[in-house]
């Protein structure tokens, strides 16, 4: 009796062996799936960006990996910088351009929501803004001077990083350089 009962479970644990080693085979992700380039993420051309999660000024945490699959533009800004306030309708003609294929991310640094909002509903920023109010994502991302500008393509690489105002020509030639092309109708 007692080495049939061995037997069995010698034979279930094969059974559940084999259909573990199956589910993992069948469910693995590839390395180049999550990181195409094999290098460390950085905020470097060529470099796999780095994820972060902010919370936005509609109290959502939100985070860079959601976008994937999208071109990013990541821009990093503050209500006092003058030249972040001119780019700013690039930014949103750029946002409403697209139609959805391009994200503009909008990262204030260091200021509180209440300032943050007024700025964003006065300017009629409708693309998501975060939060960074501790500064830690503006330093992953190395930011020295307001904007900086970071344009990520859709598996996640850094394309190019900006420092200094872009405009919507730029941002035009850029994003076409990448695939991307306006909604028809909309200039």
């Known amino acids: 009796m007692i080495p049939r009962l061995r037997t069995q479970w010698l034979a279930l644990l094969v059974v559940m062996l084999v259909v573990g080693l199956a589910w993992i085979s069948a469910t693995r992700v590839s390395a180049t799936d999550i990181n195409p380039t094999g290098r460390p993420p950085q905020p470097v051309a060529g470099h796999p960006a780095p994820d972060f999660q902010l919370v ?21 800004w503050a209500t006092w910088c003058g030249p972040c306030r001119v780019e700013i309708p690039a930014l949103e003609a750029t946002w409403q351009g697209y139609g959805g294929e391009v994200v503009i991310i909008g990262v204030n640094i260091r200021e509180d929501a209440a300032t943050v909002s007024r700025y964003v509903d006065e ?4 693309y998501p803004v975060l939060l960074d109010t501790d500064g830690t994502v503006g330093r992953l991302y190395n930011v020295q001077a307001f904007p900086t500008t970071y344009i990520i393509s859709p598996d996640g690489v850094v394309i190019e990083p900006y420092t200094g105002m872009l405009s919507e020509p730029l941002l ?9 092309s306006p909604v028809e109708g909309v200039e």
């Open 172 to 180: 035009r030639t850029r994003l076409a350089d990448l695939g991307a």
């Open 56 to 76: 936005s000024l509609d109290g959502e945490t939100r985070s860079l990996a959601e976008f994937r699959g999208r071109t990013v533009i990541l821009n990093f």
């Open 123 to 126: 300017l009629g920023v409708s």
